[in-house]
């Protein structure tokens, strides 16, 4: 890009950017370059990363900024070059004018190149150093295939692993003040021309801004605690003991509106927390003092924050690898007494110093809220809000496969109870029940196998139905000695039980409630699908009701094979029963049953689930198997033993009763052994390879594809990598399919060596993405689309529409637990056209 774009694109008389003159390098040292990070509250707040080269700057726009986290690949979008001077600007773009906004200038140094920068810059990877005053060490930006007409080039912007990386923190909120003047932006905004000096001389400038101390002294927080303007609706008034929560009504949708903000809606305990000089409660929603359960680590936590006294509503939750919230592992945690993976996210502040804070808006309570919670504690967490709109909010959260929204308006004061100015949206159907006996374990000695659930209506406890999964080992056994200590000899249910209902049910008093997500209400009243999320020991039972009063039909298939054992664990970790794959594979069917009937399969089977020795990768028949599971003969070998396959939900579910864990198609149906309908590349990368690189490489083969005019369809492996699928006419043969798939792998090894590779030797992938071709010759198999792997997390194989292959989804992101929340959330399948995008395999040169 060349200065002219610059120059096109303003009006010199009214903005005061500089026009771009003879001035060399702001770097400090003559013969360095310099680098600056501006940051920009334009139409959308970003920051602009440029670069000195060849006498300009080359810039992006990083939209949600530089993170000094590597698993971190930040969006950053290639705009025109700018003048050198640009990098002292700081001031105010008069609205109406291109890029309208303030700009501060927030980080400033020197860089230094890995190599040829002209050239890393052509090929689209350039490795740098930087040495500013926020940011140092070893980065990279990497440019992304773009979509076919899309103008707009995005790189990625990653920061390297070196001793100036860092997992937790967020360096946008630790350091929000101009590198150039310490101001912040907003300051600037108010004032861009006054003079300002935030930081007294001989102040660490790491620490400025904090506002907050370690110390757990009081008199030392008070004095280290800066004073405070108190916002409208603050009143002095003593520290509460208790302050009823305040608790959102359910809705289908988020509600409409510029008033509403909308939080994640987290999977944990909700908790209030009273700090009264130093001494720290945690209360439940119902009062119950549970300090001591949560442990010493978040109660230090909560008496180091810089207050007298507080009561700050949030919280408190378990994270999977993946960033969720797991409610099923913070009951986990809460009952075998660990205590050091609790997080709580603050979402609400009731009192503070002496003022009660409930008249102040919303709003005004959250930014107040957010100067106590550090950005870099790794325990305590600021809960952030979106303005956009509700709708969109909730699909992302479904999308990613998380539990909903709360809704909330923006100038509402904090009001106990169900005001509706609290409104919750699910992505799934989730709520608690009261556990009114269990069946006992066939598979496992002093354990449950299920629960039977109900709710109350009337004073009378109603029967929903059984919840036979979600249950780790332990879980499973400690419900056991729970509920056995409440036996009785009569039901609990007011409901007459069918004999099916009745069939080995153990009945209890009806005390203990639990956490169930569920499909769908079934006709007849009961739930359809239902998993054990956890207890919840916050809620009395006789509060329980049902949230909803209507409700459809479950459209899942149902199936005649009769599963033994339906309560064997094959997730541990997970409480994924038999029954509860079974359940899985019901609701994705519609979108998995294309992928995996009438082929031939290879299926790997665990009898003890993925803890047990046995495991067996299986391509023929076995003693005792299913019928529904299909014996078919290959043409090529009829004499030799039979293959396999299944023709309806039926054989799926066999599979499942014979504990396969993996389905394996061919790519070609039975109807056609010998001309496959799809060609599968397998993205399988070193483990020093970031996620970004992968992502990068999904799109190249995508490019490639589409060049030779081929359809590009991507998923999760569920392991490490991706997977890029193109559907075929079913012309070709075995033998061109695999030499196609050859030389795509060979020729992204021969223009990229340093990232790919075509061969399979372990020795060689050092740093390198191993582009696996070899699942294209007859008898090769693939993992099917949406099938489980026999790994710890119980992570499928997830198709994906190409604009949701973000750093967000990583290649074993959708679970068992997940994926149904997502495909019920989807608009669209993400597959819906993939057989009809099919296209010859044509011959070439």
């Known amino acids: 890009m060349a200065l002219e774009t610059y120059h096109a694109k303003r009006d010199f008389k009214r903005t005061p950017e500089p026009h771009g003159g003879k001035r060399a390098s702001t770097a400090r040292d003559s013969n360095a370059l310099s680098f600056v990070i501006q940051k920009h509250d334009a139409t959308r707040l970003h920051y602009d990363f440029r670069l000195e080269m060849d006498g300009v700057l080359k810039s992006w726009a990083v939209t949600r900024g530089?993170?000094?986290?590597?698993?971190?690949?930040?969006?950053?979008?290639?705009?025109?070059?700018?003048?050198?001077?640009?990098?002292?600007?700081?001031?105010?773009?008069?609205?109406?004018?291109?890029?309208?906004?303030?700009?501060?200038?927030?980080?400033?140094?020197?860089?230094?190149?890995?190599?040829?920068?002209?050239?890393?810059?052509?090929?689209?990877?350039?490795?740098?150093?930087?040495?500013?005053?926020?940011?140092?060490?070893?980065?990279?930006?990497?440019?992304?295939?773009?979509?076919?007409?899309?103008?707009?080039?995005?790189?990625?912007?990653?920061?390297?692993?070196?001793?100036?990386?860092?997992?937790?923190?967020?360096?946008?909120?630790?350091?929000?003040?101009?590198?150039?003047?310490g101001r912040k932006i907003e300051e600037v905004a108010k004032n861009p021309d006054a003079a300002w000096h935030s930081r007294p001389k001989g102040t660490d400038s790491s620490e400025a801004g904090k506002g907050r101390t370690t110390s757990s002294d009081p008199k030392s927080r008070a004095t280290k605690t800066k004073p405070r303007q108190w916002p409208d609706g603050a009143v002095?008034?003593?520290?509460?003991?208790?302050?009823?929560?305040?608790?959102?009504?359910?809705?289908?949708?988020?509600?409409?509106?510029?008033?509403?903000?909308?939080?994640?809606?987290?999977?944990?305990?909700?908790?209030?927390?009273?700090?009264?000089?130093?001494?720290?409660?945690?209360?439940?929603?119902?009062?119950?003092?549970?300090?001591?359960?949560?442990?010493?680590?978040?109660?230090?936590?909560?008496?180091?924050?810089?207050?007298?006294?507080?009561?700050?509503?949030?919280?408190?939750?378990?994270?999977?690898?993946?960033?969720?919230?797991?409610?099923?592992?913070?009951?986990?945690?809460?009952?075998?007494?660990?205590?050091?993976?609790?997080?709580?996210?603050?979402?609400?502040?009731?009192?503070l110093d002496g003022h009660d804070m409930r008249e102040v808006s919303l709003l005004s309570r959250k930014a107040l809220l957010e100067t106590l919670l550090a950005p870099d504690n790794p325990t305590l967490r600021y809960s952030s809000h979106f303005t956009e709109k509700g709708s969109l909010v909730l699909d992302h959260a479904c999308g990613l496969g998380l539990e909903g929204v709360i809704s909330k308006r923006g100038d509402s004061n904090y009001s106990s109870g169900r005001s509706g100015e609290w409104v919750k949206s699910k992505c799934s159907k989730r709520q608690e029940f009261v556990i009114g006996g269990f069946v006992p374990s066939t598979a496992t000695k002093n354990a449950i196998g299920s629960l039977a659930m109900g709710y109350y209506k009337g004073g009378k406890l109603h029967y929903v139905g059984r919840v036979g999964t979600g249950f780790s080992v332990s879980t499973a056994k400690m419900l056991h000695d729970r509920l056995s200590q409440d036996r009785q000899a009569k039901t609990a249910f007011e409901d007459t039980l069918s004999a099916e209902a009745r069939r080995g049910l153990v009945h209890v008093k009806p005390r203990l409630v639990a956490d169930v997500e569920f499909q769908a209400w079934s006709a007849d009243g009961n739930l359809r699908h239902a998993a054990f999320r956890g207890l919840r020991e916050d809620k009395a039972a006789g509060d329980v009701m049902r949230e909803t009063e209507k409700g459809k039909a479950d459209p899942a298939p149902q199936s005649n094979v009769a599963l033994t054992h339906p309560d064997r664990i094959y997730w541990p970790d997970q409480g994924v029963t038999k029954q509860g794959l079974a359940d899985y594979y019901a609701q994705v069917w519609r979108f998995m049953e294309?992928?995996?009937?009438?082929?031939?399969?290879?299926?790997?089977?665990?009898?003890?689930?993925?803890?047990?020795?046995?495991?067996?990768?299986?391509?023929?028949?076995?003693?005792?198997?299913?019928?529904?599971?299909?014996?078919?003969?290959?043409?090529?070998?009829?004499?030799?033993?039979?293959?396999?396959?299944?023709?309806?939900?039926?054989?799926?579910?066999?599979?499942?009763?014979?504990a396969v864990l993996e389905v394996h198609p061919w790519g070609a149906t039975t109807a056609s052994?010998?001309?496959?309908?799809?060609?599968?590349?397998?993205?399988?990368?070193?483990?020093?390879?970031?996620?970004?690189?992968?992502?990068?490489?999904?799109?190249?083969?995508?490019?490639?594809?589409?060049?030779?005019?081929?359809?590009?369809f991507v998923k999760t492996s569920g392991g490490k990598g991706l997977h890029v699928v193109t559907?075929?006419?079913?012309?070709?043969?075995?033998?061109?399919?695999?030499?196609?798939?050859?030389?795509?792998?060979?020729?992204?090894?021969?223009?990229?060596?340093?990232?790919?590779?075509?061969?399979?030797?372990?020795?060689?992938?050092?740093?390198?993405?191993?582009?696996?071709?070899?699942?294209?010759?007859?008898?090769?198999?693939?993992?099917?689309?949406?099938?489980?792997?026999?790994?710890?997390?119980?992570?499928?194989?997830?198709?994906?529409?190409?604009?949701?292959?973000?750093?967000?989804?990583?290649?074993?992101?959708?679970?068992?637990?997940?994926?149904?929340?997502?495909?019920?959330?989807?608009?669209?399948?993400p597959w819906a056209d993939f057989f009809h995008a099919a296209a010859p395999l044509e011959k070439r040169k």
Request: glycine letters at 8%.
């Open 594 to 658: 294309p992928f995996v009937v009438n082929r031939p399969l290879a299926l790997l089977r665990c009898p003890d689930g993925i803890a047990g020795r046995q495991r067996f990768f299986q391509k023929h028949a076995w003693k005792g198997m299913n019928a529904h599971i299909e014996e078919i003969s290959d043409p090529k070998d009829r004499g030799g033993e039979k293959l396999l396959r299944i023709a309806d939900f039926d054989g799926l579910v066999a599979l499942v009763q014979s």
């Open 66 to 181: 530089p993170s000094l986290n590597p698993d971190d690949k930040r969006l950053a979008v290639h705009v025109e070059d700018h003048p050198l001077d640009y990098g002292d600007f700081e001031g105010i773009i008069p609205k109406g004018e291109y890029g309208g906004g303030t700009v501060i200038v927030w980080d400033r140094g020197t860089w230094a190149p890995h190599g040829d920068m002209r050239k890393a810059y052509k090929k689209g990877h350039m490795e740098f150093d930087l040495d500013g005053d926020k940011l140092k060490g070893r980065w990279h930006l990497v440019r992304m295939h773009g979509k076919p007409g899309e103008t707009r080039e995005n790189w990625l912007l990653i920061k390297a692993e070196d001793e100036e990386a860092r997992a937790k923190g967020d360096i946008l909120k630790l350091r929000p003040e101009s590198a150039k003047t």
């Open 236 to 351: 002095k008034a003593g520290l509460p003991d208790f302050v009823e929560p305040a608790l959102a009504k359910l809705k289908p949708k988020p509600p409409v509106g510029d008033g509403w903000v909308h939080e994640i809606k987290f999977d944990g305990y909700r908790l209030q927390i009273r700090i009264d000089h130093g001494k720290v409660t945690m209360l439940t929603r119902t009062g119950l003092d549970w300090t001591e359960r949560f442990g010493e680590v978040l109660a230090r936590a909560f008496s180091e924050l810089p207050v007298q006294s507080a009561l700050i509503d949030g919280e408190v939750v378990v994270e999977r690898d993946n960033g969720a919230s797991d409610f099923s592992a913070l009951q986990s945690d809460l009952s075998e007494g660990h205590k050091d993976r609790f997080v709580f996210y603050g979402f609400d502040l009731l009192h």
């Open 673 to 712: 052994f010998e001309k496959p309908d799809m060609i599968t590349m397998d993205l399988d990368p070193a483990d020093d390879v970031a996620w970004a690189e992968v992502i990068a490489a999904a799109h190249e083969l995508k490019q490639r594809l589409e060049a030779a005019g081929l359809a590009a």
């Open 727 to 829: 559907p075929l006419k079913p012309k070709a043969g075995w033998v061109q399919a695999k030499a196609f798939a050859k030389a795509l792998a060979d020729g992204m090894t021969k223009d990229q060596p340093d990232k790919y590779l075509a061969t399979a030797t372990k020795a060689k992938r050092n740093g390198k993405i191993f582009i696996d071709y070899l699942r294209n010759g007859r008898g090769n198999t693939a993992v099917a689309a949406y099938s489980t792997r026999a790994r710890p997390g119980a992570a499928v194989s997830m198709p994906l529409d190409w604009s949701e292959l973000t750093e967000e989804i990583g290649p074993a992101y959708f679970t068992v637990d997940n994926t149904p929340s997502r495909m019920n959330s989807l608009a669209s399948d």
